[in-house]
């Protein structure tokens, strides 16, 4: 009898209009509520509003070239080219924040062939992962694009020699990561009409240069005089050493001027890039 005397007095402490029908002890009883049902996620990043995004002109005979997206939403893109230093924070970051990010792999760095770009100081995961790591961006939502075998300076090279190292990147990333890739970036931002000739028969929507780069500590370097993002602004970042946490200062200092974070891929086709 004093072990009901004690629920009783457990009923009388819970608040009025809670305890009248049933045990005591239903509420901790009762089955968990069941977990929401999760819907599919949508692309990461923001998507363009119909008629937002400027068209092509027209398609050419070749793939364009494109700098920035013609948008005047505050809307800026990541991308992040080579792949030398593999932190996995940086993928982390990728996955638990769903940040928009597309990734040009190019295979010397991604294999830790030759020397890597240690300009953010002392690396501590040169080709840690290899594919792998590529195969976890994938994973985290990330288009893995074509930035060559080797990075070289492609106005140097033949047309034969170009469409080597272009379809080449293709074919491995589509034999280590399942995808092919649509987008080209040429090393160093150096092109001809022989590397988009090259690119096109490689399978190439669009070449996509960049319109600012993003330096050691998040400090984004602008290529025009006013030091401002602009809206459609492409941003170019390196897997260099620190990466987890020079992206999250970039992010939030992204963030803290009111843009957001666009889906590349969308807006490209809202451009008319296929
Ligand atoms: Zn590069």
Redesign the pocket.
């Known amino acids: 009898m004093t072990f009901v005397a004690g629920l009783l007095a457990l009923t009388a402490c819970t608040p009025a209009g809670t305890a009248s029908v049933g045990p005591a002890t239903a509420p901790a009883t009762s089955a968990p509520a069941p977990a929401p049902v999760t819907t599919p996620q949508g692309p990461p990043g923001a998507l363009p509003r119909d008629g937002e995004v400027r068209r092509l002109p027209r398609p050419g005979a070749l793939p364009p070239v494109i700098s920035s997206i013609p948008t005047k939403r505050k809307v800026v893109f990541l991308t992040i080219?080579?792949g030398w230093e593999q932190d996995p924070g940086f993928v982390r970051q990728i996955r638990e924040r769903r940040i928009p990010i597309t990734a040009f792999a190019?295979r010397d760095a991604v294999e830790a062939k030759g020397t890597p770009d240690e300009s953010g100081g002392p690396a501590r995961f040169v080709g840690a992962g290899k594919w792998g790591y590529f195969r976890q961006l994938r994973d985290a939502g990330v288009p893995i694009e074509n930035?060559t075998l080797t990075?070289p300076n492609l106005s140097l090279l033949g047309y034969d020699a170009q469409r080597r190292e272009i379809c080449g990147s293709s074919s491995l990333i589509k034999k280590e990561l399942g995808g092919r890739p649509t987008l080209f970036r040429p090393?160093f931002g150096n092109y001809n009409t022989d590397t988009l000739r090259a690119a096109k028969s490689c399978g190439m929507n669009a070449v996509l240069l960049w319109t600012a780069t993003v330096q050691p500590g998040g400090k984004i370097a602008y290529q025009v005089p006013d030091k401002k993002l602009r809206p459609g602004d492409i941003l170019l970042l390196h897997f260099r050493p620190n990466l987890a946490r020079d992206f999250r200062i970039l992010v939030n200092k992204i963030k803290r001027r009111g843009y957001e974070l666009g889906n590349l891929r969308a807006y490209l086709k809202e451009h008319g890039v296929r």
């Open positions: 080219d080579d190019m930035h990075h090393p």
